[in-house]
Nanobody
């Protein structure tokens, strides 16, 4: 599967952004989600969704502010990010995990998108 992520940008703290990730196929039976990597830090899990059924999971740092969703017809997942903070600044990557768990794990990801930069200014 090929994943195409887009939607990043430069915003002020408190603003909102929506990231999108379009998949070329192969989403049914997988978990999809988002990771992020800030400068000098490891790539970390942000949010995940099981394509069939829609179960979701979030990192504690984004719970209540970010929402992951999917559009079956468009084969696309979204990450709605509200109340953005400077510490949310990172490159965001969409991913497909071969396990049926909404908590994506880097070691189980079999496809990565190219990354989209989110910069939150204070």
């Amino acid at each position: 599967v090929q994943l195409q992520a887009y939607g990043g940008g430069l915003v002020l703290a408190g603003a909102s952004l929506r990231l999108s990730c379009a998949a070329s196929g192969g989403t049914v039976g997988y978990a999809m989600g988002w990771f992020r990597q800030a400068p000098g830090k490891e790539r970390e899990f942000v949010a995940g969704i099981i394509w069939t059924g829609g179960s979701t999971s979030y990192a504690d740092s984004v719970k209540g502010r970010f929402t992951i969703s999917r559009d079956n017809a468009k084969n696309t997942i979204y990450l709605q990010m509200n109340s953005l903070r400077p510490e949310d600044t990172a490159v965001y990557y969409c991913a497909r995990d071969r396990r049926l768990s909404p908590v994506l794990v880097r070691g189980s990801v079999d496809s990565w998108g190219q990354g989209t930069l989110v910069t939150v200014s204070s």
